[in-house]
């Protein structure tokens, strides 16, 4: 049997296998990690289905009362969770199932990208069996989050665009062929989230290789994709922009990833500083993204003196996905912002695999010698990656049952005030309203809230909001506790509701805070159980 005709089989194989360990925690709620962006996504769901069925109108549940409008990608994810919700109800499985959808689907894509790419239908399976098994494509495809999707988009409109470019230096007459799936999967791409971008420098390199630099810069229908990709993105944004409330994207550029590059080439002790944080994007991208063999793996890809035209290609995609670990992940410093170069690393291994049986796989016994090798390197890289991200799938039992106690015992509809950043947390007890660093907030914004509407404040951190805020927690002594035992005490700020002689109370803590009876914290823990008495 030829390589060519076991491609498919070989390929729907790992196919298989990919999505089977993706199933791995699919039922879990999203305390596993990160919760903070699941409950971000899990949470623009459900208001997409039970507030505003509006995609260009995405809202968490954070920041007071609706709407709470905020600036992120097209929420392609939750807006497909949301249209499930309204037949099914909600269940965050379904978001979870919508993006295990996406990432097993990109395990074939990779698969017909490296046929193409080297012309080997064994790169082909090797990338396959690469991408299924890569700890970062492994874990996150699982979790409720955009960035699976936008890695299949990205990889589909690489695949297209690059086709579409050889294409015409190959002198296909058809000048437009294969330009309307390339414009469509790479403005997808961009949409889905903006890292997507980085995706015109390997475009960009392949193209110079393909056409030379001064075609390529004159070509028509190179500014029309480049066009067709970024316009709609712009208008997004603006759109966006426009109403909301919370601007993330253009938030953390503006004050974090600018600034911090600025200081990096300004400053020797900032670039020393953004160096070291390079090196620690690097380590996350060889642990729990690509894992200890797949990096391996990769980097003698890169090294292989294999001719094909994935040259360009592959050596502008590390040269994007490096620049863009350099100015963004420097600063945000989380691992799956690294996922975009996830698919790179599974075609440089099928690249290595191809070199290998070109050169030694020329007879029967040396291929099966071959595969041999690589189904116990296979294997072996499986246990390795799954001991990087199985700290990933634990959660807290304990904290989920509190937050679904609360979501059964809170009024319905009331807004709350959280004393703790953690949008899973806000999302499974099912209210809206302010979520706070209970060190930063003040009697004062909790005032304000009250004023808006909060009737409860609920102390997540109530060891940390006694130690290192305890003022505002002297202030909500005025109010009863719904119950003084809970390991979250849930303060009802009720104006209604205020103890009897609370303000004499307060004016007591204050009088005392003045006159700087509270300036060493270890005293007020060892000389009053309550120092607010």
């Not at 729990?288 to 294999?306: D, E, N, S, W």
């Not at 620049?323 to 992940?329: E, K």
């Not at 246990?383 to 807290?396: K, L």
């Not at 003084?484 to 004499?504: E, I, M, S």
Request: glycine share 6%.
């Amino acid at each position: 049997m030829s390589a060519a005709r076991w491609f498919w089989p070989a390929a729907l194989a790992f196919t298989v296998i990919g999505g089977l360990l993706r199933l791995g925690g699919i039922h879990d709620p999203i305390f596993d990690h990160p919760g903070w962006r699941q409950g971000d996504t899990a949470a623009i769901a459900r208001n997409f289905a039970q507030l505003q069925y509006d995609i260009l109108f995405p809202q968490t549940d954070y920041d007071g009362p609706p709407p709470n409008y905020v600036e992120l990608e097209l929420q392609i994810v939750p807006f497909l969770a949301a249209t499930l919700y309204k037949l099914f109800g909600v269940h965050e499985v379904i978001g979870r199932l919508i993006s295990l959808a996406f990432g097993v689907a990109t395990i074939p894509l990779i698969a017909v990208f490296a046929r193409w790419l080297f012309a080997s239908a064994v790169a082909g399976v090797a990338a396959a069996a690469a991408f299924a098994i890569l700890p970062g494509a492994w874990y996150y495809s699982h979790t409720f989050m955009p960035d699976t999707a936008m890695v299949f988009f990205f990889t589909a409109a690489l695949y297209a665009c690059a086709r579409y470019v050889v294409r015409q230096a190959d002198g296909d007459t058809a000048a437009w062929r294969g330009w309307w799936p390339a414009a469509l999967l790479l403005t997808t791409a961009f949409l889905a989230k903006p890292v997507a971008v980085m995706a015109v420098v390997p475009v960009a390199a392949c193209a110079v290789a393909a056409f030379g630099p001064r075609r390529a810069l004159t070509s028509l229908q190179l500014w029309a994709l480049a066009a067709a990709a970024f316009v709609p993105l712009v208008l997004y944004d603006a759109f966006v922009s426009a109403h909301a409330e919370w601007h993330w994207a253009s938030g953390i550029t503006r004050l974090h990833v600018i600034p911090s590059l600025a200081a990096a080439l300004t400053s020797p002790h900032a670039f020393g500083q953004k160096a070291i944080a390079f090196g620690h994007a690097g380590k996350l991208l060889a642990t729990t993204m690509v894992g200890p063999a797949g990096i391996v793996l990769a980097l003698l890809g890169f090294c292989v003196p294999l001719r094909s035209r994935s040259d360009a290609l592959l050596w502008g995609w590390l040269a994007g996905g490096f620049a863009y670990a350099y100015v963004v992940v420097t600063v945000e410093r989380v691992d799956y912002y690294l996922y975009v170069l996830l698919p790179l690393a599974a075609l440089s291994i099928a690249r290595l695999c191809a070199f290998a049986f070109e050169r030694w796989g020329t007879s029967r016994e040396r291929a099966a010698t071959l595969a041999g090798l690589g189904a116990l390197v296979w294997l072996a890289a499986v246990a390795a990656g799954y001991r990087e991200i199985a700290p990933y799938y634990v959660w807290s039992h304990a904290n989920y049952a509190r937050a679904k106690q609360l979501d059964a015992t809170l009024a319905p509809g009331a807004l709350v005030v959280m004393g703790h950043y953690d949008p899973s947390i806000l999302y499974t007890i099912d209210r809206k309203g302010w979520e706070e660093d209970p060190h930063l907030w003040t009697p004062f914004d909790e005032q304000s809230a009250i004023r808006k509407g909060a009737r409860y404040f609920i102390a997540v951190e109530p060891v940390r909001l006694k130690q290192t805020n305890l003022e505002l927690y002297c202030w909500l002594s005025r109010f009863p506790l719904l119950d003084p035992a809970a390991a979250w005490p849930v303060y009802q700020t009720d104006p209604a509701k205020l103890l009897p002689g609370a303000a004499d109370r307060w004016r007591s803590f204050r009088r005392r805070e003045m006159a700087g009876a509270f300036a060493d914290w270890r005293q007020v823990w060892k000389s009053a159980p309550d120092p607010c008495r």
